[in-house]
Every structure is written in C-alpha cells, then in structure tokens.
T-cell receptor, first 115, second 114 residues
Framework: DADVTQTPRNRITKTGKRIMLECSQT?????MYWYRQDPGLGLRLIYY???????NKGEISDGYSVSRQAQAKFSLSLESAIPNQTALYFC??????????????FGPGTRLTVL | DQQVKQNSPSLSVQEGRISILNCDYT??????FLWYKKYPAEGPTFLIS?????DKNEDGRFTVFLNKSAKHLSLHIVPSQPGDSAVYFC?????????????FGQGTILTVHP
C-alpha cells in the first residue's frame, strides 16, 4: 500500500463550489505539505503543517484553507473554486527524525478541473 | 521571484549517452539541494540530494554536482536509459529560515530515445 494517499485522484467541479482534497499517510511523519503544480511553474507551496497544532501559509495560500485532523491526515479546501485553481495538487510528508533532512515524500496527486 | 530556476524546459538524449540537467538558484542561504523525478500520473519521487558542504554526491548512475560560487547545480545521468524519461525537478532549502520547506524549480522534461 502507498505511504501517502490522496483522494480523489481526479475531480471536475464548477466555479463557486466548495471542494475538499484529502491526504493520508502511514509513514508516521510529523510534517505535511500541500503543493500545486502548474505547467512551467513547478511545484508551489500552498500550506504546510509541522505538527497537528501547527499550520502555516505557503507562498500561494489565498483561496485555500487546510485542516490537520490528526498526525496522519491533512486536508485542503477550496471554499469557492475558481477556474485558475485548475491544477495538479500534491500532498507531501517529511520527518526530521528520519535523518533525511528536508526530503519530502509525495502522494500520487489530485487532478482538479474547475469549469 | 523565482529563486530556483531550471532554464531548459526539455532535454532529448540518446540511450547510453549522458544526460545533464541544470539548475540555478539566487538565494545564497540555500544549504541543501535535492532532485526529484516525476512520471506522468504519479507524484514526484526523491532521487538524490547534496549538502552545501559538498560539491559532489553519487548514487549509482546519478551524480549531482554543486558549484556554490556560481549558484549552480547539475544532475548527471550516465548511462541514460529510456526508463529515465520523466520530468526532473530541482529543489532547495535553507534550514535557517525555512525549517525544511523546499523551493522547487520549474522542471525539465527528459526524453531518452532508444
């Protein structure tokens, strides 16, 4: 089984709809991240969480919110989706205790299309 | 302001030859660098990393070189194989201020022809 899972894998929604993307991990890592990938722009950080009580904005957090329900679960919400939020979304985890400094482990991604 | 740049959107190489992927950065505080590989419909997977106290790190066919004075790193794949065809992202971090957050480049699409 995959260590980092994301649901759904694909989602098509309409402008103005609320949508939640979910991420779960079995790696036991404390740190979790949400990124979006757009063609030509690489991966950009939306939000990150270093533990259950710690949530931080990334470089492109406007229009997004997150919830860290447990160490293993980190959800990303779009309260009112807009077309320019169409992108690939990735969840990632990392753990200082693992000794592999800054190495993040990614889920398979969610392809979101906002019409 | 793109702090990590991969200026070549794509690279095409013949099987068995060397692939060289390049990455430039502007933030002199970056002290750890990573390369990730991404296949279609999958998430990025970690490939190799290098600390700023080193100038070279090798792992099998993959070698990363770091030139701190030029703020440049490169990934060498020797010999290249068709299975290496993927998007490659370089990433950098600055422990002092970013505490493990990564800044990614735009990615380079590598195609290895049989």
């Amino acid at each position: 089984d995959a260590d980092v899972t994301q649901t759904p894998r694909n989602r098509i929604t309409k402008t103005g709809k609320r949508i939640m993307l979910e991420c779960s991990q079995t790696k036991g890592h404390d740190r979790m991240y949400w990124y979006r990938q757009d063609p030509g722009l690489g991966l950009r950080l939306i939000y990150y969480s270093f533990d259950v009580k710690d949530i931080n904005k990334g470089e492109i957090s406007d229009g997004y919110s997150v919830s860290r329900q447990a160490q293993a679960k980190f959800s990303l919400s779009l309260e009112s989706a807009i077309p320019n939020q169409t992108a690939l979304y990735f969840c990632a985890t990392s753990d200082l205790a693992s000794g592999s400094r800054d190495t993040q482990y990614f889920g398979p991604g969610t392809r979101l299309t906002v019409l | 302001d793109q702090q990590v740049k991969q200026n070549s959107p794509s690279l095409s190489v013949q099987e068995g030859r060397i692939s060289i992927l390049n990455c430039d950065y502007t933030n002199s505080m970056f002290d750890y660098f990573l390369w990730y590989k991404k296949y279609p419909a999958e998430g990025p997977t970690f490939l190799i990393s290098i600390s700023s106290i080193k100038d070279k790190n090798e792992d099998g066919r993959f070698t990363v070189f770091l030139n701190k004075s030029a703020k440049h790193l490169s990934l060498h794949i020797v010999p290249s194989q068709p299975g290496d065809s993927a998007v490659y992202f370089c990433a950098a971090s600055d422990w002092g201020t970013s505490y493990g957050k990564l800044t990614f480049g735009q990615g380079t699409i590598l195609t290895v022809h049989p």
